[in-house]
Nanobody, 128 residues
Framework: QVQLVESGGGVVQAGGSLRLSCSAS????????MGWFRQAPGKEREFVAGISWTGSITDYANSVKGRFTISRDNAKNAKNMLYLQMNSLEPEDTAVYYCAARQRMVLGIPPKNEFDAWGQGTQVTVSS
């Protein structure tokens, strides 16, 4: 089971930016599709962004398209990192953000319910 640890959350004013990072414990991370999800108080966890294991395919929730960018570093000497650059943040983006992996080498981005490894989450709060 790959271990995932998020960082980079915090409090930011509306219109500001944050960059979330996710560190994976295994080199096999480079063969897994990855994603970011979020859960706001009183709401279900929702998909935010996904990236294929090659990094060539990305997908975004409509609510974050054009504002958020997912990326990964699969280089041999890299530290097994996944990122989420968040720009033009809105109060509606306030949530706990989770890094997730689908622990199988599949093409593209798998269905959201197939992600099977999760980090502990990092809080993002956007003030108006």
């Amino acid at each position: 089971q790959v271990q995932l640890v998020e960082s980079g959350g915090g409090v930011v004013q509306a219109g500001g930016s944050l960059r979330l990072s996710c560190s994976a414990s295994e080199r096999t991370f480079s063969r897994y599709p990855m994603g970011w999800f979020r859960q706001a108080p009183g709401k279900e966890r929702e998909f935010v962004a996904g990236i294929s294991w090659t990094g060539s395919i990305t997908d975004y929730a409509n609510s974050v398209k054009g504002r958020f960018t997912i990326s990964r570093d699969n280089a041999k000497n890299a530290k097994n990192m996944l990122y989420l650059q968040m720009n033009s943040l809105e109060p509606e983006d306030t949530a706990v953000y989770y890094c997730a992996a689908r622990q199988r080498m599949v093409l593209g981005i798998p269905p959201k319910n197939e992600f099977d490894a999760w980090g502990q989450g990092t809080q993002v709060t956007v003030s108006s």
